[in-house]
């Protein structure tokens, strides 16, 4: 078994920093958390795979104890920037949400450095979002006026609750833990600053993604991130797809057990 070693620190970027851990050894792989969530949210993921891989995972820009965006940024490129000071030539990737969203750009601009991509409740580059619910919530967060707690709300409604499931049906613990954490970045990190990053725009580029590619979505989810599976699984040639019951958007959250499941057998 490998050993588990563990360490954090700091990476530089332009205009900015990156906060990472890397534990355990063998084949690298790197979690990608959620917007408005940080790197925590792999807990039970790092701990779970750093028997056999070397595991990174790190707050993405403007999240967590990475720097605020302040100038034009990619979060692909971030992680280009990372995996070269890391000297990691090439990775898995699993992503959620808007870590999915990063790991198909990187997997679009530096194809052969990826070895497999785990897309977990995706969203993808140059989508547009056309649920109702999202589309009231967004509309909400717009009206805001920048007010952490009313964004924070909304953002638990859409991806943490979604739309098929009031708060109550929602096990408090995840709930919980999202509240705290997009709290906490809404507050530390500057309102609007994710209007710097630009991306590469792989909705019109998912024949592309040559790499295996695991789907995973909870039945719960909105059809926004439904659509979004059902697209990259027809048009990668070596994606499939797998559905999580009982699920919302935070998949290894509320299912961690099936994730789990899903993701050992992928990579193994």
Request: aromatic fraction near 6%; hydrophobic fraction near 45%.
């Amino acid at each position: 078994m490998a050993i588990d070693r563990r360490f954090t620190g700091k990476v530089g970027v332009p205009d900015g920093e990156l906060a990472f851990e890397l534990r355990g050894a063998g084949t690298p792989v790197v979690l990608l958390h959620g917007g408005a969530l940080d790197r925590s949210t792999w807990d039970a993921e790092s701990t779970l795979l750093a028997a056999n891989h070397t595991v990174i995972r790190y707050d993405a820009r403007g999240h967590g104890n990475s720097s605020t965006p302040t100038a034009p940024f990619a979060h692909h490129e971030d992680l280009n920037s990372l995996l070269r000071a890391l000297e990691l030539p090439s990775a898995t990737l699993v992503g959620l949400s808007l870590g999915a969203r990063t790991g198909i750009d990187f997997a679009l601009t530096h194809p052969t450095q990826v070895e497999r991509l785990v897309l977990v409740a995706p969203g993808v580059s140059g989508m547009a979002f056309q649920d109702p619910f999202v589309l009231d919530h967004l509309r909400r967060i717009g009206e805001s006026g920048g007010d952490s707690t009313v964004i924070a709300e909304c953002f638990l409604r859409m991806w943490v609750d979604g739309p098929h499931r009031s708060p109550t049906e929602v096990d408090p613990a995840v709930r919980t833990q999202c509240a705290t954490i997009a709290t906490a970045n809404f507050t530390h990190h500057t309102p609007g600053s994710q209007r710097f990053a630009t991306e590469a725009g792989a909705w019109d580029r998912l024949a592309d993604l040559a790499a295996p590619t695991l789907l995973v979505v909870g039945d719960q989810d909105s059809t926004d991130i439904h659509g979004a599976v059902n697209r990259i699984a027809a048009a990668a040639p070596s994606a499939r797809a797998e559905v999580v019951p009982g699920a919302g958007h935070m998949v290894n959250l509320e299912r961690p057990a099936a994730f789990h499941r899903l993701l050992l057998d992928f990579l193994d």
